[in-house]
């Protein structure tokens, strides 16, 4: 029966005048292998637990089944009791708010310890993977339908307050709500218990659905309970969340979610057929079969939910899925607020982010052996930028121009500060530059004698033959800032159609030479023209031919995080000059390195 030196978290479920004629079973063949669930009369620490599972009511028909050996092997718990099962907690609801109330101080303490890295970028993604929402997580999965909504909101308290520590205080309740959307949603990935509780509990119902449903079978097999009995409560307890979370959703998203659901529903099932025959899904890599137990960690930057390189299966794909339907609803309520205050800078920034020309990978890059960094305090001013949160308590004086006012959230820096603007740009073009010269080492900036009519003028930041299809291509990088004078609804093809008109003249003439002029322009907060996306696409699959790489993906999400990075290093340092000048913060600084 027992040939294992390690048994952890099993369930028996028999009933009540089987229990000492099961365990004494049980008991003799750990015994034989040399293990033992110990004696409270021996002085042992007892480890396991036996339950009356039935209405307390009823508690006195069974009277007799916690024997002498019961109670001396197993800690008789009573049936009104709450248990933990598995780290979660099994019992009435005020049981389980006092246990979520201990995670979130246990919570608290991890996010304290945290703040000693003293690198916002460090922070955020230790906070948001290893203290973020995932330490309750396994409690919303299997009671986040239940939980009183002022435990949660502890919870998100918590996480709003060690935001603040990270990025040098408090981001405001709008940036806020920014935050705990997801990164694709111009958000930090800082999800909320609150939004993130039914998602939860949803998602891990329809995964474990399968498996659920198999004991259910066996306990009928033992005849210890009606399968339709249990599988009814169970089904309608899952389709009152469902309808809870699709309640606050338009119906073009409830539709989606139920759709999402169905999916994974069908999903699960294959997985679970699959881990019957001896074969399991991998998490990693959908749709690949590989033995149980041959991959028991993720792979190295599979780690993050929110992170680009993360490729999300099972629970936690469908969990997200519905997590980014409530991200649509709460950022549309917010844009609508927004609007009516006439916040349209904010409008704006918003829409950029969530483009799908707009990388965020900057938000991950904290090794620099990987490529550049930010220093922490312009990671910090740039995640401030991200979210339209104040950087100063009132208005002043821009500290360039000596003109503008500079706004709560210095939104007139990225139009100001031409001296960071111009040497932002140059590393964005230097950047651009490497990328084309890994299959086209002749790739050359600033490159003169293009246009015999102006031999002086210099139309391409970058000639390269990396960038077009069996052309050469003048490349001329520009960025904008939405806020711009005359930025259009779209910055990136305002800044296009400028730089058309004023080659205009000369066009013709480097056509003739076999020369593309090709602007590849991108807004202050990272989004790319289509046609960049498409070029840098282009010499990322060259680069990764030229050195013998079959998938160019790679190459192409290193070289995007080093040019939003640069990208957003510009924005940081653009809003640092704009700020007033502390007297005596050199000096400060020298004597704290020294």
């Known amino acids: 029966m027992v040939d294992k030196w390690f048994m952890d978290d099993g369930q028996l479920y028999m009933s009540p005048d089987a229990v000492e004629g099961n365990l004494r079973l049980l008991d003799r063949h750990l ?28 508690s006195g028909e069974f009277n007799g089944w916690a024997t002498e050996y019961v109670r001396d092997t197993c800690k008789v718990v009573s049936s009104a009791d709450a248990i933990i099962v598995l780290g979660a907690v099994q ?16 919570a608290s303490l991890v ?61 405001g309740d709008d940036s806020w709500i920014q ?43 033992a005849g210890l309970a009606d399968e339709d009995v249990l599988a009814h409560a169970y089904q309608q307890r899952t389709t009152l969340a469902q309808e809870r979370f699709c309640a606050v959703l338009s119906a073009e998203q409830a539709a989606a979610a139920h759709a999402s659901i169905l999916e994974a529903a069908a999903s699960t099932e294959h997985f679970w057929q699959q881990m019957l025959q001896g074969q399991q899904v991998s998490s990693n890599r959908p749709g690949a079969a590989v033995r149980i137990g041959q991959e028991l960690v993720d792979a190295a930057g599979y780690q993050d939910s929110e992170s680009p390189t ?23 309520q917010l844009g609508e607020r927004l609007q009516r205050e006439g916040k349209h800078d904010d409008i704006r920034r918003i829409r950029e982010l969530r483009s799908e020309h707009t990388d965020h990978s900057w938000m991950w890059v904290v090794n620099p052996v990987h490529g550049p960094v930010l220093p922490a305090d312009e990671f910090s001013i740039a995640s401030r930028v991200r979210l339209g949160a104040p950087l100063l308590l009132d208005s002043m004086l821009c500290e360039v121009c000596q003109k ?49 009519s102006q031999p002086n003028l210099r139309p391409a930041d970058i000639l390269t033959r990396a960038a077009i299809p069996n052309r050469t291509a003048a490349l001329d990088v520009g960025v904008k800032c939405p806020e711009a004078a005359g930025a259009g609804d779209d910055c990136t093809q305002t800044m296009v159609e400028e730089k058309l008109a004023y080659y205009a003249a000369i066009l013709p003439e480097l056509e003739r030479k076999g020369i593309t002029y090709c602007p590849i322009t ?21 680069a990764a031919r030229f050195r ?43 004597v704290d390195e020294g």
């Open 31 to 58: 015994e034989a292998a040399g293990s033992s669930r110990g004696r409270v009369s021996r002085g042992d620490d007892i480890k396991s637990t036996a339950r009356l599972l039935c209405p307390p009511d009823r």
């Open 91 to 106: 019992g009435p609801v005020a049981a389980q708010g006092d246990h979520f109330s201990k995670l979130v101080h246990k």
């Open 111 to 171: 996010h304290h310890a945290i703040d000693a890295a003293s690198d916002p970028a460090v922070e955020l993604i230790l906070k948001r993977k290893c203290a973020g929402v995932c330490k309750v997580m396994f409690t919303l999965r299997a009671a986040g339908d239940s939980l009183d909504k002022a435990h949660l909101q502890a919870y998100d308290l918590l996480l709003r307050d060690s935001l603040g520590r990270s990025l040098s205080g408090d981001v």
């Open 179 to 221: 935050a705990t959307c997801g990164v694709k949603d111009s958000g930090l990935g800082f999800r909320t218990a609150t939004e993130v509780s039914l998602p939860a509990f949803i998602a891990s119902r329809v995964a474990a659905w399968p498996g659920v449903r198999s004991i259910f079978r066996d306990l009928a097999d």
């Open 310 to 332: 993360t490729s999300l299966f099972g629970p936690s794909k469908l969990q997200n899925l519905l997590c980014s339907l409530h991200d649509d609803r709460r950022l549309m």
């Open 404 to 452: 503008r006012v500079l706004d709560v959230k210095c939104t007139h820096a990225l139009c100001c500060s031409l001296a960071e603007s111009t040497i932002g740009h140059n590393r964005v073009k230097e950047v651009i530059h490497a990328g084309c010269s890994i299959s086209d080492p002749g790739a050359c900036m600033e490159a003169v004698g293009l246009v015999d």
């Open 522 to 542: 991108f807004s202050s907060f990272g989004r790319r023209h289509g046609t960049t996306s498409r070029i840098m696409q282009e010499a990322a699959s060259r």
């Open 548 to 590: 013998g790489q079959l998938n160019s993906k790679q190459m192409l999400r290193s070289w995007s995080a080093t040019v939003t990075t640069e990208l957003w290093r510009r924005v940081a340092r653009m809003v640092k000059a704009c700020l007033p000048k502390v007297v005596g913060s050199e000096q400060l600084s020298q």
